[in-house]
């Protein structure tokens, strides 16, 4: 195994000592196994035994608990479904819309929620969101969405302007921006590390260094799950791979990973925060198709991802890293608040995130009611993961519940084309995302 190089995966998978457990060896009997130690198979495992305690669960996690993107994520705990309020109504509905959102805000509030039952340690704070205009047609955009969030009845957000955003956070390229308090910011990893203990706790079997390299159903209703040192056969399976999904055979073509980076710098002083202001430490996000994104962390880091992204052909997942996007999101951190021009930058990091072919997220079952899945929440699936694994639980358990009726679960989902079409396709997407951001990013 990589010994401790998933500590270079992320500052915050260097936040906090950690000791990987032992991979699964032999052969065992098991009622569910859940693939994927993010987020969503944690939260999967963990509302499953809390429903039935009873059953015998196993997480495998091919790397450590926190590996991918639940380990090296923004931590913005959001609302935000798909890309934005407008995509959604056009490529779903109105109705679906105002579906989404609910179900959104259902997950950024049961995750605080379970923060604080579970007392899990991960520097969670509440200062709510703003995403900010930086050019005239980007106002534009953040009215449009906050009209369209209110024509679909939907509360808790505001449009601030620039005297009243400036005194909050100030930047010269401020021209307002939407206010929205349901958004919480945490350590990705401490959260991911803090949820392996609790399911530990309730019983859950957890092995890391376990990559599942086969899945085959048997006869009689059950699952061989094939792993380097031993397999398991098991009644019921969790697919909770998110970006390497389509490593999959049975999951393929139903999304692509994209890259997306994270520049972090040395803790910020007074002399900073004098003139920033941001004492409220709310997240931040422009208003591109390519965001920004950026926060304080704990020990008032500044925190900034996004600008532009990757991807891979086939079955190259060795994208973690791109020179280009880190030094020009440096630059974007001086130019967006010039009283940092001095500051020094610490850390560089990347992750993939799971993108199908209409950006929306899917889940549901994968063919046989044994078996369900749970992906696709491209840059937004902090709190989403956490609501979708007691989705999944549901799903497993054969309920029928008010989650489970949600449109985007069981919903057909478009096929990405095989390659070389899937590159091209995806390519072509995010070119015209790189062309209309430069068109908006100069236009006052
Ligand atoms: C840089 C970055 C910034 C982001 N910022 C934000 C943000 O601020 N807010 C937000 O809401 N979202 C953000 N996201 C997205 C968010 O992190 C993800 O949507 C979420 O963490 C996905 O969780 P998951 O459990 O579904 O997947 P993951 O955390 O990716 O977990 C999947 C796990 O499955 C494992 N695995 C894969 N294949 C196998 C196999 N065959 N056998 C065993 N294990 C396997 C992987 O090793 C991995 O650990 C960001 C993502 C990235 C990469």
């Given at each position: 195994m990589?010994?401790?190089?998933?500590?270079?995966?992320s500052?915050?998978l260097s936040?906090?000592?950690?000791e990987?457990?032992?991979a699964f060896?032999?052969r065992?009997?098991?009622?569910?196994?859940v693939?994927?130690?993010?987020?969503t198979g944690?939260?999967?495992?963990?509302?499953?035994?809390?429903?039935e305690?009873g059953l015998?669960i196993a997480?495998?996690?091919?790397?450590?608990i926190?590996y991918?993107?639940?380990?090296r994520?923004?931590?913005f705990?959001?609302?935000?479904?798909?890309?934005?309020l407008d995509?959604?109504t056009k490529?779903?509905?109105r109705?679906?819309?105002?579906?989404?959102?609910h179900?959104?805000?259902?997950?950024?509030?049961?995750?605080?929620d379970?923060?604080q039952?579970?007392?899990?340690?991960?520097?969670?704070?509440h200062?709510?969101?703003l995403?900010v205009?930086t050019s005239?047609?980007?106002k534009d955009?953040?009215?449009?969405?906050?009209?369209?969030?209110?024509s679909?009845?939907?509360?808790g957000?505001?449009?601030?302007?620039?005297?009243?955003?400036?005194?909050?956070?100030a930047?010269?390229?401020?021209?307002?921006?939407w206010?929205?308090p349901r958004?919480?910011?945490?350590?990705?990893?401490?959260?991911?590390?803090?949820?392996?203990e609790?399911i530990?706790?309730?019983?859950?079997?957890?092995?890391?260094?376990?990559?599942v390299?086969?899945?085959c159903?048997?006869?009689?209703?059950?699952?061989?799950i094939?792993?380097?040192?031993?397999?398991v056969?098991t009644?019921?399976l969790?697919?909770?791979?998110n970006?390497?999904?389509?490593?999959?055979?049975?999951?393929?073509?139903?999304q692509?990973?994209?890259?997306?980076?994270?520049?972090?710098?040395?803790?910020?002083?007074?002399?900073?925060f004098?003139e920033?202001?941001?004492?409220?430490?709310q997240?931040?996000?422009?208003a591109?198709d390519?965001?920004?994104?950026?926060?304080?962390?704990?020990?008032?880091?500044l925190?900034?991802?996004g600008?532009?992204?990757s991807?891979?052909?086939?079955?190259?997942m060795e994208?973690d890293?791109?020179?280009?996007?880190?030094?020009?999101?440096?630059?974007?951190v001086r130019?967006?608040f010039?009283?940092?021009k001095?500051?020094?930058?610490?850390h560089?990091?990347?992750?993939?995130?799971?993108?199908?072919?209409?950006l929306a997220?899917?889940l549901g079952?994968l063919?046989?009611?044994?078996?369900?899945?749970?992906?696709?929440?491209v840059?937004?699936?902090?709190?989403?993961?956490?609501?979708n694994?007691?989705?999944c639980?549901?799903?497993?358990?054969?309920?029928?519940?008010d989650?489970?009726?949600?449109?985007?679960v069981?919903?057909?989902?478009?096929?990405?084309p095989?390659?070389?079409?899937?590159?091209?396709?995806?390519r072509?997407v995010?070119?015209?995302?790189?062309?209309?951001?430069?068109k908006?990013d100069?236009?006052?």
């Open positions: 990589m010994a401790e190089t998933f500590r270079d995966k500052f915050w936040t906090k000592e950690y990987p457990n032992p060896r032999g065992q009997e098991l009622d569910v196994v693939v994927g130690g993010g987020f944690l939260s999967a495992a963990h509302f499953l035994k809390q429903e305690p015998k997480l495998m996690e091919s790397q450590v926190g991918g993107a639940s380990g994520n923004g931590g705990s959001m609302t935000l479904f798909g890309m934005t995509l959604t490529r779903f509905s109705e679906k819309t105002k579906e989404a959102h179900y959104m805000e259902r997950a950024v509030d049961m995750l605080q379970l923060i039952r579970h007392r899990i340690d991960c520097d969670y704070e200062p709510g969101f995403r205009a005239g047609k980007y955009r953040i009215l449009h969405e906050i009209e369209l969030a209110g679909l009845g939907l509360d957000i505001e449009w601030l302007d620039p005297a009243q955003l400036s005194e909050q956070v930047s010269p390229q401020y021209m307002g921006a206010w929205e958004c919480g910011l945490l350590n990705p990893a401490k959260l991911a590390w803090g949820w392996k609790v530990q706790k309730q019983g859950v079997e957890v092995y890391e260094q376990t990559p390299i086969e899945i159903r048997e006869a009689k209703g059950k699952i061989r094939t792993v380097p040192w031993g397999e056969v009644k019921k969790v697919l909770a791979t970006a390497y999904s389509h490593l999959i055979p049975q999951l393929k073509r139903k692509v990973p994209v890259w997306t980076y994270i520049v972090l710098t040395e803790p910020l002083g007074d002399r900073h004098r920033i202001g941001w004492k409220n430490r997240g931040i996000e422009d591109r390519l965001v920004h994104y950026y926060r304080l962390t704990a020990d008032n880091r925190l900034m991802g600008r532009d992204v991807m891979a052909f086939g079955t190259d994208m890293r791109n020179e280009e996007v880190f030094i020009g999101l440096e630059r974007d130019s967006i010039p009283a940092l001095d500051v020094s930058f610490t560089r990091w990347g992750g993939p995130v799971s993108v199908p072919v209409d997220p899917a079952y063919g046989n009611k044994d078996t369900v899945y749970s992906l696709g929440c840059g937004h699936g902090v709190s989403m993961t956490h609501l694994g007691k989705t639980a549901d799903l497993v358990l054969g309920r029928s519940t989650l489970t009726d949600v449109f985007f069981n919903r057909s989902t478009i096929p990405w095989p390659e070389p079409f899937r590159f091209l396709a995806s072509a995010t070119e015209f995302m790189r062309w209309e951001d430069r908006y100069v236009q006052v």
